[in-house]
């Protein structure tokens, strides 16, 4: 079993949808949750970034720590075609300059 | 600012044939890390540098691979006697203390096909 599992998709949702993307992780040692954006032929950008258990809002997109489920979860409100990309889980054990434990992605078209 | 730079953007090679691929992390970034892509498999570590500290090499996949990271900037990934398998994107990344979050900046990657 990987330590981060990322369903693939792809997800093709219309316009204006609220769309969930999610992951699931096997240790219970991740305390920093990241959610990353990544286009075609691009490096991956960072969306959002959480500490241990809870939500966190920025704009459209929310996203969800559930520790105890080892479960996290991306929402984007109101969806655009602008926001078609694959969406990449991140995780790590502990803060600082360390490498990140990544999801397979999830890739999503937003159909105007 | 600059962000984090890779060349070549593609790299076509013949199998057994060495490769370097080219990293330049944002100017002052303490840690370094490289990244591989594969379809299907998603982002795998593969080797960090954090300052003057010995590198974490503990991701890469053989021998064949080694990378370096000289006057703790620009880092060069080799991968020697190049097999179809290692054809990826492969993606560096550069990181320090920012709003907490210790964010890490990704390139754009190099594309490497191995024939």
């Known amino acids: 079993q990987k330590e981060v599992e990322q369903d693939p998709g792809p997800l093709s949702v219309p316009e204006g949808a609220i769309v969930s993307l999610n992951c699931t992780y096997s240790n219970s040692a991740f305390q920093y949750f990241m959610w990353y954006r990544q286009y075609s032929r691009k490096g991956p950008e960072l969306l959002m970034y959480t500490y241990s258990s809870g939500n966190k809002e920025d704009g459209r997109f929310t996203a969800q720590v559930d520790k105890s489920s080892k479960y996290i979860s991306l929402f984007i409100r109101d969806s655009q075609p602008s926001d078609s990309a694959t969406y990449l889980c991140a995780m790590r054990r502990i803060s600082g300059n360390t490498p990140l434990v990544f999801g397979k992605g999830t890739r999503l078209s937003v159909i105007a | 600012g600059a962000g984090v730079s890779q060349s070549p953007s593609n790299k076509v090679t013949e199998k057994g044939k060495d490769v370097e691929l080219r990293c330049d992390p944002i100017s002052g970034h303490t840690a370094l890390y490289w990244y591989r892509q594969s379809l299907g498999q998603g982002l795998e570590f593969l080797i960090y540098?954090?300052?003057?500290?010995?590198?974490?090499k503990s991701g890469l996949p053989s021998d064949r691979f080694s990378a370096e990271r000289t006057g703790g900037s620009v880092s060069t990934l080799t991968i020697q006697r190049t097999q179809q398998e290692d054809s990826a994107v492969y993606l560096c990344?550069?990181?320090?203390?920012?709003?907490?979050?210790?964010?890490?900046?990704f390139g754009p990657g190099t594309r490497l096909t191995v024939t």
């Open positions: 540098f954090q300052g003057n500290s010995a590198p974490d």
């Open positions: 990344a550069s990181s320090d203390r920012d709003r907490g979050s210790y964010e890490q900046y």
